[in-house]
Nanobody, 123 residues
Framework: QVQLVESGGGLVHTGGSLRLSCTAS????????MGWYRQAPGKQRELIAT???????TYAESQKGRFTLSRDNANNKVYLQMNSLKPDDTAVYYC???????WGGGFRHLELWGQGTSVTVSS
């Protein structure tokens, strides 16, 4: 079974920082693109940033400046460093990944989502 597991969410005051982590595990051949999205109450899920295995992060225009995406290819991890947090950043944050899994003697492409980690920023 291939899965994504997130951690690092929590409650923080305005101006604080959090670092989210996401690990892909299971019968993995390779992990292609990884990224983070978020969904605030009553709103649609929105992109924060993505990164390919050999590239630099690409940020949604609205997310540039306070958030930093990084990746540990050797351990199939992706991180989101969030600084200067605001109440508007309150949301459930989801990890997403494109994975080539070992599957029945061959390979299979999977697009997976993590279960989400909740971030609450108090004013």
């Amino acid at each position: 079974q291939v899965q994504l597991v997130e951690s690092g969410g929590g409650l923080v005051h305005t101006g604080g920082s959090l670092r989210l982590s996401c690990t892909a595990s299971g019968s993995i051949f390779s992990v292609e693109k990884m990224g983070w999205y978020r969904q605030a109450p009553g709103k649609q899920r929105e992109l924060i940033a993505t990164i390919t295995s050999g590239g630099s992060p690409t940020y949604a225009e609205s997310q540039k400046g306070r958030f930093t995406l990084s990746r540990d290819n050797a351990n199939n991890k992706v991180y989101l460093q969030m600084n200067s947090l605001k109440p508007d950043d309150t949301a459930v944050y989801y990890c997403n990944a494109d994975i080539i899994a070992r599957w029945g003697g061959g390979f299979r492409h999977l697009e997976l989502w993590g279960q989400g980690t909740s971030v609450t920023v108090s004013s």
